[in-house]
Every structure is written in structure tokens, then in C-alpha cells.
């Protein structure tokens, strides 16, 4: 079974959520069930649901618990907090997915994670997530108790969570398709095509190697300066160019003669 507490989301755009989600029959949506979320109150949850193991989700920890002033930088009240929270986590075989904000620094990972150092000691695994823009996949980093792991990129709308892959293969993919869109059948340098496909050049070359030795693109020149390789689209079979044509025309022309 999954529990969610809601102490974060507006009940309209909850609703919505709601609507929009394939909601299993074992799942079961607490909002706001009071006003500040005590320890006990979850473990009477718990134990109402009558399940051996389950998932646990607080969102937010802030909107649940309340904490006043500083209470949250600190190890005696939040750090406390957490780990009574993963102590009734490890008595109930339950896993809980504590919600928790960022702070508003440009880093990245537990880097980014707002409040006392006991936010990255106590938990098992800590999920970090950053969309900087909504029309775009998201990254989600995963650190802690586990094996290390590569940044993966997740694209979340209202109606769908999607796993595209970790964050160097959806970027080597976005790379080659921009790539391959500007591409020509006449051979241009790599600079060029990374002018046009607006990406930098050091990784235009390398995405055009793997994507000449994945028979991808077609290739010329020497590759020196000077006499540059000149990258193109592939020509398929019977479909021959202006110049390979007129070249032929030649040919036949010469031998008449």
C-alpha cells in the first residue's frame, strides 16, 4: 500500500493530480490530517492501513511539521525528528519518503539540500531533483547508502513520470539529432555544423565520430589542417546527387565521342 500526507498541495491542484493519476486500489490520501504531523499520529496510520510493509509519503516536511524559528538548521530539533522518523520506519518495515525543499544556491545534489547536515547523515538515500525549466526533462540525482550511481533525466507533466535514461545518454541523443538535423548532403567542417546546430565544437567532433563509425553520416577529407573532414548526410542507394549525375553525363559523353 501507499500512504500520502498531505500537508503541501493546494486540495484544487491535489484534485487534479488525483484525476490525472492511475490510482491503485491500495492507495490512500490523508490531507492535512492535523494541523502540526506528530510521530504517533503516523504509526496510528500505519498500523489503520494494516500492512506488514508499505510506502510512506510526507510532503512537505516543513508543511507537516512546522518547525518555529531556526529549528530546522538544527541537529536537536529536525535532526532529531528525522531520525525518530526512520527509527518508526525500520519498527514498521515501512518506506518513508520525507519531502524537503532546497535552499537557493546554484549547487546540485545534497549540496543543494536546505537545514541541518542530519538531512544528508540520517536519511538512506537522499533523491534530489532539479527542473529548471518545466518544458524540459528534469535531473534526478541519487546519493547515500548505495552504490554510486550517474545523474538520470526524468520528464514529470501532471499526467506521466517518464525515465528517458541517465543525463550523458539523453544529452548524446538531444547532440545528435540537432546534429543531424542541420546536416547537409554537401560536406561541411565541423564547425560549421556545430554554428548551426548552436552546440560547442570540441562536441560536435566527437558526436560525429561515433556517428561516422555508427555508419550514420558520410565523411571526407584528410582531417588535417588545411584539408579538413567534411561531414554529410548519408545519400541512400538510387538517389544520386546534381554532381554525381552531371559527373555521369560526362562520362558517357566522352566515351561517344
Known amino acids: 500500500p501507499t500512504v500520502y500526507l498531505n500537508h503541501e498541495m493546494p486540495d484544487d491542484y491535489l484534485q487534479l493530480l488525483i484525476r490525472s493519476a492511475e490510482v491503485p486500489a491500495n492507495a490512500f490520501i490523508f490531507n492535512r490530517p492535523e494541523p502540526i504531523l506528530r510521530l504517533e499520529t503516523i504509526e496510528g496510520i500505519i498500523s489503520k492501513v494494516g500492512s506488514s510493509k508499505g510506502l510512506l509519503v510526507i510532503d512537505s516536511f516543513r508543511g507537516a511539521f512546522k518547525l518555529t524559528g531556526k529549528a530546522e538548521n538544527l541537529a536537536g530539533e529536525a535532526g532529531v525528528l528525522l531520525r525518530r522518523l526512520q527509527d518508526l520506519a525500520i519498527a514498521k518495515s515501512w518506506f518513508v519518503l520525507l519531502v524537503h525543499h532546497g535552499n537557493r544556491s546554484s549547487t546540485e545534489g545534497t549540496d543543494s539540500i536546505s537545514g541541518t547536515g542530519d538531512w544528508i547523515a540520517a536519511p538512506d538515500v537522499i533523491l534530489t531533483w532539479s527542473r529548471p525549466r518545466a518544458t524540459e526533462p528534469g535531473t534526478l540525482y541519487l546519493e547515500g547508502r548505495i552504490p554510486p550511481s550517474d545523474p538520470l533525466a526524468v520528464k514529470v507533466t501532471v499526467e506521466e513520470c517518464a525515465f528517458l535514461g541517465t543525463v ?31 552546440l560547442p565544437p570540441g562536441t560536435v567532433r566527437v558526436r560525429l565520430e561515433t556517428m561516422f563509425k555508427d555508419r550514420l553520416v558520410e565523411r571526407s577529407g584528410g582531417g588535417k589542417r588545411g584539408y579538413p573532414h567534411l561531414w554529410s548526410k548519408i545519400i541512400p542507394q538510387g538517389n544520386s546527387s546534381l554532381a554525381a549525375e552531371t559527373k555521369s553525363a560526362e562520362v558517357r559523353w566522352t566515351s561517344e565521342l
Do not use: N, R, W
Not at 176 to 192: F, P, R, Y
Open 168 to 198: 550523458k545518454e539523453t544529452k548524446e541523443a538531444s547532440d545528435k539529432e540537432a546534429i543531424d538535423t542541420v546536416l547537409t548532403e554537401e560536406g561541411q567542417s565541423a564547425d560549421a555544423i556545430a554554428l548551426a546546430a548552436g
